[in-house]
């Protein structure tokens, strides 16, 4: 089975900290993102990634930046903490084959106060 | 990617069978249609897809109209733990930039 894993699950930081997030994928997938998802917004992706050390700016990327320096782990990173980046984070992976699906981490629920 | 229509909730008694509708009637002939849930404070989690035959896994079966313009989700002998938020999405291959958008989905509720 494909474990997409994410570092924590909840997660309480202060406004202007700098927040990693990191995500390790086990099946050795090409594409990896990082979504949010919020009430009534749904999912919005914020960063993908297709290969190592490529990243490609999703919908809503402000304030937010990417790594992935190994295949199996892309960090998504927030520079400076504002309350309104108070979400659930969900990162995601997948194969470049055309119809194979994408595989999501449990999430982690970020409170910035 | 084509526009689903789900009903917003839906009750299933414990152990019968949970059959969830999606409608895509603007689906094209290369689109394939993708089911996944999202049990609460988790994340989603894929279930099943498929393009125009039927389809099953060990999680659940999918049965696509054979104009494709519909399709049914079927659980076959529903448990408290499938109680969550389901998600049938319609998608196009579009090269390694594949984002996911979810509608509203359909919140099941298994009864015991």
């Known amino acids: 089975d494909v474990k997409v894993t994410q570092s924590s699950r909840y997660l309480v930081k202060r406004t202007g900290e700098k927040v990693f997030l990191e995500c390790v994928q086990d099946?050795?997938?090409?594409?990896m993102f990082w979504y949010r998802q919020d009430p009534g917004l749904g999912l919005r992706l914020i960063y993908f990634?297709?290969?190592?050390?490529?990243?490609e700016k999703g919908d809503i990327p402000e304030g937010y930046s990417v790594s992935r320096e190994k295949k199996e782990r892309f960090s998504l990173i927030l520079e400076s903490a504002s309350t309104n980046q108070t979400s659930m984070y969900l990162c995601?992976?997948?194969?470049?084959?055309?119809?194979?699906?994408?595989?999501f981490g449990d999430g982690t629920r970020l409170s910035i106060l | 990617d084509a526009k689903t229509t789900q009903p917003p909730s839906m009750d299933c008694a414990e152990g019968r069978a949970a059959n969830l509708p999606c409608n895509h009637s603007?689906?094209?002939?290369?689109?394939?249609v993708y089911w996944y849930r999202q049990i609460h404070s988790q994340g989603p989690q894929y279930i099943i897809h498929?393009?125009?035959n039927n389809e099953t896994n060990e999680m659940a079966s999918l049965i696509i109209t054979e104009d494709r313009k519909s399709s049914t989700l079927i659980l076959p002998h529903a448990t408290l733990r499938d109680t969550a938020v389901y998600y049938c999405?319609?998608?196009?291959?579009?090269?390694?930039?594949?984002?996911?958008?979810f509608g509203i989905g359909t919140k099941l509720q298994v009864i015991p």
């Open positions: 995601a992976s997948s194969v470049t084959r055309s119809n194979q699906p994408q595989h």
């Open positions: 099946m050795d997938h090409e594409n």
């Open positions: 990634s297709y290969d190592v050390k490529m990243k």
């Open positions: 603007t689906i094209s002939g290369n689109e394939y």
């Open positions: 498929g393009l125009k």
């Open positions: 999405i319609v998608r196009l291959y579009s090269g390694g930039y594949q984002k996911v958008t």
